[in-house]
């Protein structure tokens, strides 16, 4: 006897009863497919691209309201995503558990059968992983004030897992658990005269605190490179959930990319970008960005001109500071370089 399909339409497993709105045929991709069974490693972006030419308009197709998009998905492995037509267009329904061959329409419910971890995520999670555990990004002058690395007992000048190290500064009441970092290259915003609106700072490893003193004694518990006396320490944040559903900013953001991580000229797809726009912007976590190159050419009598801008790829914000962004290139058509402009798709 086979299964019995459980179909509950969940707006992207949220618990309210709501319809996915009407796809119009425009927004489909030429080769969609009527359904898709979602496999594990699979992520919301790449589940959406099957569907759909601009893949972050997902949340606009399943008709989500601004807290909702807040919530994280509940899309499994196993799940099947139906592209059904209607006399009133194309609608996807998410279908919880194996497909079969026929449907039961049920009212939402939690699951209990599964845990949140193994929910598919917005994006790569292995890929912006360190970067949601890992500030990487402090104010001007965010570390002149933050606790700092005195040496060992044994006055070692390299330091690293398992050493005991002292520490001055260090205030009892932020917890024991903190980040090892070091100052690294400054952010600069070119929209401002280069003024610099924060540091990228190096991170080194983690601490934990053994005893609060007017010097007091920790633990190196990870160490990523050398770490040397006068690096300095931060608390080490709470975890950071990033399974924001893609979508585009309600404000107008026109702001360019600074910074790419590892020190790389040029950009493409699954490289992290640093914006000169933050939460002060209007950014949050899922916003969408398309990114705009920006060229000149020489005319005949020597003088330089602006081309009109060519759109060359997609960035998924991820993580968001006061005037500045972490973001994932998710599509990339073209070269990307810093500088490049970055606006509302």
């Known amino acids: 006897m086979q299964k019995l399909i459980i179909s509950i339409v969940l707006c992207l497993g949220l618990l ?13 991709r030429s080769d969609v497919p009527s359904r898709y069974e979602v496999v594990k490693g699979d992520t919301l972006w790449d589940i959406a691209a099957r569907f759909l030419k601009e893949p972050w308009r997902w949340s606009e197709i399943w008709g989500l309201n601004r807290d909702q998009l807040k919530n994280p998905h509940k899309i499994y492995p196993g799940d099947t995503i139906i592209l059904q037509k209607t006399l009133q267009g194309n609608r996807l329904q998410l279908i919880q558990g194996k497909a079969d061959h026929r449907t039961v329409k049920l009212s939402p419910q939690i ?3 599964q845990a949140r971890s193994k929910a598919i995520p917005s994006i790569p999670a292995a890929v912006i992983e360190p970067f949601l555990s890992q500030p990487l990004v402090v104010e001007k002058d ?11 007992s044994d006055n070692r000048v390299v330091l690293s897992t398992g050493n005991t190290v002292y520490v001055a500064n ?3 009441n932020l917890g024991k658990a903190w980040q090892i970092f070091r100052s690294g290259k400054a952010l600069k915003d070119p929209d401002q005269n280069n003024r610099v609106i924060g540091f990228e700072a ?6 934990s605190v053994k005893v609060f003193d007017e010097i007091s004694t920790a633990v ?19 975890l950071i959930f990033n399974n924001y559903a893609p979508h585009a900013p309600e404000t107008l953001i026109n702001g360019r990319i600074i ?3 590892g020190g790389v000229t040029e950009i493409s797809r699954g490289s992290i970008v640093t914006l000169n726009k933050g939460m002060l912007d209007g ?35 991820f993580r968001v500071f006061d005037q500045l962004s972490y973001a994932l290139v998710v599509r990339s058509t073209g070269t990307i370089k810093i500088l490049d402009a970055v606006k509302n798709p």
């Open 220 to 238: 190196i518990t990870h160490s990523t490179q050398e770490i040397l006396k006068g690096d300095r320490l931060v608390p080490a944040p709470g």
């Open 111 to 113: 699951r209990i059968d």
């Open 170 to 172: 260090m205030p009892d």
């Open 202 to 207: 190096e991170y080194l490893g983690n601490a």
């Open 283 to 317: 950014m949050e976590m899922g916003h969408v960005l398309a990114v705009y190159r920006r060229s000149q050419t020489r005319l005949p009598d020597g003088k330089m001109v602006e081309l009109p801008e060519e759109r060359t790829g997609l960035v998924f914000v």
């Open 16 to 28: 309210t009863a709501l319809s996915a709105n009407a796809v119009d045929n425009s927004m489909l």
């Open 259 to 261: 910074s790419v991580y």
């Open 142 to 152: 965010g570390l002149a004030l933050a606790p700092y690395l005195l040496g060992t």
